[in-house]
């Protein structure tokens, strides 16, 4: 069914790369909703292959990021693009594409850089209403500096609605004194027609990785997946997992990054014990491949203390999935999707004992079937609510608060 309760409002939406979680969005909204858009990308990575330096490796994602919704590339002129520095994203040629095309409503993502605030002028100069889209939270941080405080609060103040992803996020908005009115449910979400833990193809391709790594059926499997770098901290994760030495499981590390090299030294050198303890190293995975991956693990563990984990829709990936997840309370998501001894587990990263305890504790939980079932029943329950439909609703929301008309405040030199 098509959902619409603006029709005509043409939306503007201002993002810095076509992303894997994004674009499959963009094209459901391109069938479900009768509202017109044009996503501008600031730049061409993702689409073809370029370092991605946290994961120090090249990167070129094997799903379709750009059919299926209307999208121009604007020429990024940076001499080092991307999201590091303040200009890794500038775009002269933005506001003129954006006069061209005309938008009553610009979306926003992000602010940290120089063509966002470029779009912002722009559209704060023509009347043109922007929606907020940000997924950052104050969790483990304090109080905001005041410089930060104020500047915040002035920018904000500028934007005539909010997207917000998750309650975290909801208290960093309302933190800088951004008003309930303006602030409406979009919440994370990512492919659910990809991530389908129905899909025999999935299980097909799990079973083969299973095989390739040696793992016979009846090996447990615990599983990180992601950039390896210290915020993340797979290195204590790995310390953990071999303390406990565990009969019969395995711990699966996929990706790449600066850790990686430290993380397989220290997996050969000290001793797995006699209970078999094992632990598989598998390179950073492209998209297609990350639903296998899930259904192969008893477990996955995100165990990030860096404040830069402002959601982690990999743990959105993996409930999708069927797959339990046990997170630091410093992930952005734990509140909304990780509920513990529910739907999964939490421990604090501050204490050095509490991910050996957690993992002991969730994989003790999982070896009886009744409640593995009852924990999977509750991951269904909770992601129902974090579907592209969901994240539709909450823009339409947004553009239906919207005045009807533009109110220009000025013209950009």
């Keep these: 069914m098509n959902r619409s309760p603006n029709p005509g409002k043409r939306l503007a939406v201002v993002l810095s790369h076509p992303t894997q979680y994004y674009s499959p969005w963009f094209r459901w909204l391109g069938s479900h909703c009768q509202i017109e858009f044009r996503v501008f990308y600031l730049w061409n990575f993702g689409v073809s292959k370029q370092l991605d330096p946290r994961f120090g490796t090249q990167i070129e994602w094997d799903v379709d990021l750009l059919s299926g919704y209307d999208s121009i590339f604007v020429p990024n002129t940076s001499a080092s693009p991307g999201a590091e520095h303040f200009l890794g994203f500038r775009n002269p040629e933005l506001a003129r594409r954006l006069e061209e095309w005309r938008p009553q409503a610009l979306l926003l993502f992000g602010y940290k850089w120089a063509s966002h605030m470029r779009a912002v002028a722009w559209a704060r100069c023509h009347g043109v209403p922007i929606l907020f889209r940000g997924d950052s939270h104050l969790i483990g941080r304090g109080a905001p500096a005041l410089h930060v405080r104020i500047a915040l609060r002035a920018l904000f103040s500028q934007f005539a609605s909010f997207l917000y992803v998750g309650q975290a996020n909801r208290d960093y908005f309302e933190s800088f004194g951004v008003p309930p009115h303006k602030l409406f449910f979009a919440p994370h979400s990512v492919d659910g027609t990809l991530f389908d833990r129905g899909n025999q193809v999935h299980k097909d391709r799990a079973e083969r990785l299973r095989s390739r790594l040696g793992l ?198």
């Design 216 to 413: 016979d059926r009846a090996t447990r499997v615990v599983l990180f997946a992601g950039k390896l770098v210290p915020e993340k901290q797979p290195l204590e994760l790995l310390r953990s997992f071999l303390e406990l030495r565990l009969a019969n499981t395995a711990l699966v590390v996929v990706g790449d990054g600066p850790e990686k090299a430290r993380l397989q030294a220290i997996a050969g050198d000290l001793p797995l014990g006699a209970s078999g303890s094992q632990v598989r190293f598998v390179p950073i995975a492209n998209q297609s491949e990350m639903p296998s991956i899930y259904l192969l693990a008893d477990l996955f563990v995100l165990p990030s203390r860096g404040f830069y984990e402002t959601w982690g829709l990999s743990v959105n990936e993996a409930m999708h999935m069927g797959t339990p997840c046990l997170v630091s309370n410093r992930v952005g998501c734990q509140r909304d999707l990780v509920t513990e001894g529910e739907t999964g587990w939490v421990f604090d990263p501050e204490d050095p004992r509490a991910l050996g305890v957690a993992l002991s504790a969730a994989l003790t939980e999982l070896g009886s079937p009744s409640r593995r079932e009852q924990i999977e029943r509750a991951i269904d329950r909770r992601m129902a609510g974090y579907t592209y439909e969901k994240t539709a609703d909450g823009l339409l929301a947004a553009l239906a608060s919207l005045p009807s008309e533009p109110t220009p405040t000025g013209k950009i030199s």
